[in-house]
């Protein structure tokens, strides 16, 4: 069966510049999540999108942004990014609605190194 | 203030013997949801139970859920090496109708010892 699909799986950056992560969904999934998870951490709830619209958003930064096109995949932009943004970052996606049970399937996570 | 926290935070135990560690939420819950991750690596999906329900079971594992204290166990039997791994609880507590977030627990580290 289909997974999850997260791009790219490892990225390294300077301090101060930008990264775009990208996530595909599980095809007919219509809600993607995005959590950030430090080392040592537990994940965090970034931000969601259900039907290509920002439906919850959690602890996220000012200087990221993301959304969801029309193909359901989902981009996660960083700006200006500091060592503190250094993390494992995961992409799920769920069937939301009647014929959903609310499980989460999460990505195999891209690991982000700001140096 | 975490809406999930996990007990223990590490757990060391021979193979053959049963892992239990638990989780416990502050809020009330659409579900919750158990996760394993091994060593920086992805999360992988164990087991969910809705607030309805009490007890779940799937293979090795057994879930129970106590609304009344807020809290779920996970029980591993007859554990084995591969089950070395983090182990956490994420919450759904559906507050609006879009956007489920899952809210995590600390995470129970286990190493089962050949």
């Known amino acids: 069966a289909a997974g999850v699909i997260q791009s790219p799986r490892h990225l390294i950056k300077e301090k101060r510049e930008t990264a775009t992560l990208k996530c595909y969904p599980i095809p007919r999934h219509d809600t993607v999540y995005w959590y950030q998870q430090g080392p040592g951490q537990d994940p965090q709830f970034l931000i969601s999108f259900y039907e290509k619209m920002q439906s919850d958003k959690g602890s996220i930064p000012d200087r990221f942004s993301a959304q969801q096109f029309s193909d359901y995949h989902s981009e996660l932009n960083m700006s200006s990014l500091e060592l503190g943004d250094s993390a494992l970052y995961f992409c799920?996606?769920?069937?939301?609605?009647?014929?959903?049970?609310?499980?989460?399937?999460f990505g195999p996570g891209t690991r982000l190194t700001v140096t | 203030s975490q809406q999930g926290e996990e007990d223990p935070q590490a757990l060391s135990i021979q193979e053959g013997e049963n892992a239990t560690m638990n989780c416990s939420y502050k809020?009330?819950?659409?579900?919750l949801q158990w996760y394993r991750q091994n060593s920086g690596r992805g999360l992988v999906h164990l087991i969910l139970?809705?607030?309805?329900?009490r007890e779940k079971h799937s293979g090795r594992l057994r879930v129970t859920l106590d609304t009344s204290k807020k809290s779920s166990s996970l029980l591993i039997t007859a554990s084995r090496a591969a089950d070395t791994a983090s182990y956490f609880c994420a919450t759904d507590i559906r507050i609006k109708a879009a956007g489920n977030k899952l809210t995590f627990g600390g995470g129970t580290r286990v190493l089962v010892k050949p």
């Open positions: 799920a996606s769920s069937l939301r609605g009647t014929s959903g049970d609310g499980q989460q399937y």
């Open positions: 809020t009330s819950i659409n579900n």
């Open positions: 139970i809705r607030s309805n329900e």
